[in-house]
T-cell receptor, first 112, second 114 residues
Framework: DSGVTQTPKHLITATGQRVTLRCSPR?????VYWYQQSLDQGLQFLIQ???????AKGNILERFSAQQFPDLHSELNLSSLELGDSALYFC???????????FGPGTRLTVL | AQSVTQPDIHITVSEGASLELRCNYS??????LFWYVQSPGQGLQLLLK??????LVQGIKGFEAEFKRSQSSFNLRKPSVHWSDAAEYFC????????????FGKGTKLTVNP
């Protein structure tokens, strides 16, 4: 158990819908990272937050957004969902800086 | 562009045999290096990491990896594979002086025959 929690574990929804994925980092970690894992793209970095502020953006679509709250948990919002958004979404946390990132169990999103 | 290459998409070994999974990276400077393992339906578990110092690092589950700067490689090894090692293995790097994002290789799927 990495100490990073993600909910829900599975999510099935329809095209055009909006969903929210939640992540709670390890105790003491200030950085939260979101990654997407798909068969064609592999593991791709989406976005990073550090102590409530956005720190880095990767290959994140404009339909996707995220935030980190004062208690350091983070939410990834996916809207206007398309079939191609079906993937496994991972959250990771670290102390910040180029340190070890610990991953949650992931949320499997299926868009029908 | 920064990249990580895992040349072997799929490797099959017999239980008890030795294992080496290859990883090469393309970076301007020495990055921080990691190996993660993903069992079916599971998240990513850290096996080991290299930041600096001794180029041979030990990890969990009997795995080790060796950093070779001249070859830009960070290969993962295990002397004797167990059936429970069947999983997908990902090499990843973080740029020391830049973005903190992990850049992953495409992964190597390991099958272990009894």
């Amino acid at each position: 158990d990495s100490g990073v929690t993600q909910t829900p574990k599975h999510l099935i929804t329809a095209t055009g819908q909006r969903v929210t994925l939640r992540c709670s980092p390890r105790s003491g970690d200030l950085s939260v990272y979101w990654y997407q894992q798909s068969l064609d793209q592999g593991l791709q970095f989406l976005i990073q937050y550090y102590n409530g502020e956005e720190r880095a953006k990767g290959n994140i679509l404009e339909r996707f957004s995220a935030q980190q709250f004062p208690d350091l948990h983070s939410e990834l919002n996916l809207s206007s969902l398309e079939l191609g958004d079906s993937a496994l979404y991972f959250c990771a946390s670290s102390l910040g800086g180029p340190n070890t990132q610990y991953f949650g169990p992931g949320t499997r999103l299926t868009v029908l | 562009a920064q990249s990580v290459t895992q040349p072997d998409i799929h490797i099959t070994v017999s239980e008890g045999a030795s294992l080496e999974l290859r990883c090469n990276y393309s970076y301007g400077a020495t990055p921080y290096l990691f190996w993660y393992v993903q069992s079916p339906g599971q998240g990513l578990q850290l096996l080991l990491k290299y930041f600096s110092g001794d180029t041979l690092v030990q990890g969990i589950k009997g795995f080790e990896a060796e950093f070779k700067r001249s070859q830009s490689s960070f290969n993962l090894r295990k002397p004797s594979v167990h059936w429970s090692d069947a999983a997908e293995y990902f090499c990843a790097v973080v740029n020391q002086g830049g973005s903190e994002k992990l850049v992953f290789g495409k992964g190597t799927k390991l099958t272990v025959n009894p």
